[in-house]
């Protein structure tokens, strides 16, 4: 079975654009959380959505949105990006709505904002 | 602060030896994962331990969990090169707005 998936690999934007991420969890997965980890640090939590309702938000200002579709795939949008949103960002997905239970990640799209 | 900090930051060995990461945590839990990552990549679940366990082990990897101390330890026996990798543990924050918290991670080199 295919792990989760993110696209793309790499991006660059300039500040103040508008990016969007997407991500497809395994199959069968109806999970899907968002986690930013920047250089030398720990992932941090953005967002979860189960089942298509968004079930938590870290921390993060509101240039960062999300969304779940039917198929369970997701989105993470961020708005007029500053330098400091250079991270990669991480889609785990589960099986359960437990955002504490077992998580699996995809590869992360990295992105740079110059 | 940290609900999860791992110690020591950075760990270099040699292969053979074991390696011993440990992290610390505030507030109450129901379970602890530990996560390995390779430069850079997403991160890979290695383990799970819930409050009520004391010990697990998989293959080389053996985690211990102290609820008393809130404090865990993730001990990789026997280290091989391809163990070189980046080590979190992730807890979860059960109250309020439940998340799922990494520390920083232990970065571990092994040295052939």
């Known amino acids: 079975d295919a792990g989760v998936t993110q696209s793309p690999t790499h991006l660059i934007k300039t500040r103040g654009q508008h990016v969007t991420l997407r991500c497809s969890p395994i199959?069968?997965?109806?999970?899907v959380s968002w986690y930013q980890q920047v250089l030398g640090q720990g992932p941090q939590f953005i967002f979860q959505?189960?089942?298509?309702?968004?079930?938590g938000r870290g921390n993060f200002p509101d240039r960062f949105s999300a969304r779940q579709f039917p198929n369970y795939s997701s989105e993470l949008n961020v708005n007029a990006l500053l330098l400091g949103d250079s991270a990669l960002y991480l889609c785990a997905s589960s099986p359960t709505s437990g955002i504490t239970d077992t998580q699996y990640f995809g590869p992360g799209t990295r992105l740079t904002v110059l | 602060s940290q609900q999860g900090e791992e110690d020591p930051q950075a760990l270099s060995i040699q292969e053979g030896e074991n390696a011993t990461m440990n992290c610390s945590y505030k507030t109450s839990i129901n379970n602890l994962q530990w996560y390995r990552q390779n430069s850079g990549r997403g991160l890979v679940h290695l383990i799970l331990i819930r409050s009520n366990e004391r010990e697990k082990h998989s293959g080389r990897l053996r985690v211990t969990l102290d609820t008393s101390k809130k404090s865990s330890s993730l001990l990789i026996t026997a280290s091989r090169a391809a163990d070189t990798a980046s080590y979190f543990c992730?807890?979860?924050?059960?109250?309020?707005?439940?998340?799922?918290?990494f520390g920083q991670g232990t970065r571990l080199t092994i040295n052939p």
């Open positions: 199959s069968g997965h109806k999970s």
């Open positions: 959505y189960y089942e298509k309702e968004e079930r």
């Open positions: 992730a807890t979860p924050l059960i109250q309020g707005a439940q998340k799922l918290v």
